[in-house]
């Protein structure tokens, strides 16, 4: 699973052939029958077999011979490869494989009903086998097969590949999507999906990012902190954020440290204080009481430092600061991947990895100390 021009047709060519050879990297012996499944026809022969990385350009020895009119491939192993298309299912009824190839899964026409018929006649030899490459797409097949442990799963990056794609490309793509929710499915590789009854969706948030930011009148910076140390604690969100002279709130940056130490966390909170010129540092003391000021203080004793405590439960205190997204008072200065992935993953049963969301509690601090007040909560209206 990977991102565009990571190398993955190269990967499932080079699997393909050394299958149908028996090369011992690969197999062990020489395939009979191999299944080449694609969205349609003409990307198996365009992409899977005759593309600049596909079975024929890779063959540099025991090049296989194409049949167009029968749409197979022909070694002189004996090993044949049948063309098939995620528009006919039905098509992979009776034949049988001993290998399958299966490209850009997550644009399959029929996903389910193709992958089933496949697995019906993957039932020659002693080990029948299949690799899937594809760029990820919150598609149901694709969560089925990633759900799998007994599934190997290899993630590339367009970044890898950078030196076999053309001069210029990666700057290029990167200025324009990296950290983007486009971006991180493909060039990263990342299956990205919304969660349905989250408080955002990644749609409303993509619009969100200006990175040029004006004047503010004020900055915070939030922090969360774990409940305790060490290798199995949560995350401690560190969060800052402004407002303009337009009313209008900024995000400015995301600092999130996992696994920290309270001296960590705290000259981190502190480095961002310092570099945006912030007004104070607002600190939930729920977990730590007295210690979460005083460990700020023993590093800084100039920093000034506001106690909150949450009185409401999580769902309750970010379901206002929802509502300024929605009505547009909000801004992103830059992307902020992981937390993004925590605000669209955000439900009222909290995130569906059952962890704390750290780095959006910071975030609903810092937006509430400037935008909210006590006496100011905007009205609720339920995000589609």
């Not at 409940?227 to 199995?232: L, V």
Request: charged share 25%.
């Amino acid at each position: 699973m990977g991102g565009r021009g990571s190398g993955k047709t190269r990967a499932g060519a080079e699997w393909t052939a050394g299958m149908a050879l028996g090369l011992p990297t690969i197999a062990s012996e020489t395939c009979g029958h191999i299944a080449l499944v694609g969205e349609t026809l003409a990307d198996v022969r365009e992409v899977m077999v005759e593309g600049p990385s596909g079975i024929l350009s890779v063959s540099r020895c025991g090049r296989p011979r194409l049949e167009t009119t029968r749409r197979r491939l022909l070694w002189e192993s004996g090993a044949v490869a049948s063309f098939f298309s995620s528009e006919d299912p039905d098509s992979l009824r009776g034949p049988q494989f001993d290998a399958a190839w299966c490209d850009e899964l997550a644009k399959w026409k029929h996903p389910q009903e193709t992958w089933d018929m496949l697995q019906f006649g993957l039932r020659l030899g002693r080990s029948p086998r299949q690799i899937v490459t594809t760029t990820p797409r919150p598609v149901a097949l694709l969560r089925m097969l990633l759900a799998d442990r007994s599934i190997p799963v290899t993630r590339m990056r367009t970044a890898e590949n950078a030196g076999h794609l053309a001069p210029g490309f990666m700057g290029m793509i990167e200025s324009r999507y990296a950290g983007s929710r486009l971006g991180r499915q493909e060039l990263d590789g990342e299956l990205i999906e919304d969660r349905a009854d989250a408080l955002w969706s990644r749609a409303s948030i993509e619009g969100l990012v200006c990175k040029t930011v004006p004047p503010l009148r004020r900055v915070v910076v939030a922090v969360d902190p774990p409940a305790s140390a060490g290798k199995n604690s949560d995350a401690c969100g560190i969060v800052a954020a402004g407002v303009d002279h337009d009313g209008f709130g900024w995000v400015l940056a995301d600092e999130t440290l996992s696994q920290a130490k309270p001296y960590q966390w705290a000259r981190r909170a502190i480095a961002l204080y310092h570099r945006l010129e912030a007004d104070m540092i607002i600190a939930e003391v729920n977990q730590g009481g007295d210690m979460v000021a005083a460990v700020i203080s023993a590093e800084d004793h100039a920093v000034p430092v506001r106690p909150v405590r949450a009185m409401r439960g999580k769902w309750l205190r970010a379901e206002p600061v929802a509502a300024l997204y929605e009505q547009g008072r909000i801004r992103h200065a830059g992307r902020f991947p992981a937390l993004e992935d925590e605000m669209c993953d955000f439900a009222p049963g909290g995130l569906s990895s059952g962890r704390s969301p750290d780095r959006l509690d910071a975030l609903v601090w810092a937006l509430n100390e400037l935008m909210l007040g006590r006496d100011k909560v905007p009205r609720i209206r339920r995000m589609e």
